[in-house]
Nanobody
Framework: VQLQASGGGLVQPGGSLRLSCVVS????????MGWFRHAPGKERELVAA????????FYEDSVMGRFTISRDNAKNTVYLQMNSLKSEDTGVYYC????????????????????WGQGTQVTVSS
């Protein structure tokens, strides 16, 4: 299984980016998916997650109302739309799959996620 994240870049404060994570080697239809951020000097943290049914989502408090996670199971792809970006959103963003999270659950601990993408750098700076 491979996860390929893309869409990062340099953006000014207030700008937008859309991250994509394409999964190959298996279907994501029954998996919970998450986006983690690893900021300089900080631990990797979950910023958004979506359950397999799409009816359940999680957002870290600082991104609530600005970020939107979505999935297209037919394309085996997960997205993270990031609006009103702030300097504190800077970091490497990783997509990850939790293949053991059944019955619409969502988990926040990175150790619960089984597959990881390579990361894409997001830099918010003027």
């Amino acid at each position: 299984v491979q996860l390929q994240a893309s869409g990062g870049g340099l953006v000014q404060p207030g700008g937008s980016l859309r991250l994509s994570c394409v999964v190959s080697g298996s279907t994501i239809a029954n998996w919970a998916m998450g986006w983690f951020r690893h900021a300089p000097g900080k631990e990797r943290e979950l910023v958004a997650a979506i359950a397999w049914s799409t009816s359940s989502t999680f957002y870290e408090d600082s991104v609530m109302g600005r970020f939107t996670i979505s999935r297209d199971n037919a394309k085996n792809t997960v997205y993270l739309q990031m609006n009103s970006l702030k300097s504190e959103d800077t970091g490497v963003y990783y997509c990850a799959a939790d293949i053991r999270c059944v019955t619409n659950c969502l988990r926040k601990d990175p150790s619960d996620y089984d597959y990881w993408g390579q990361g894409t750098q997001v830099t918010v700076s003027s």
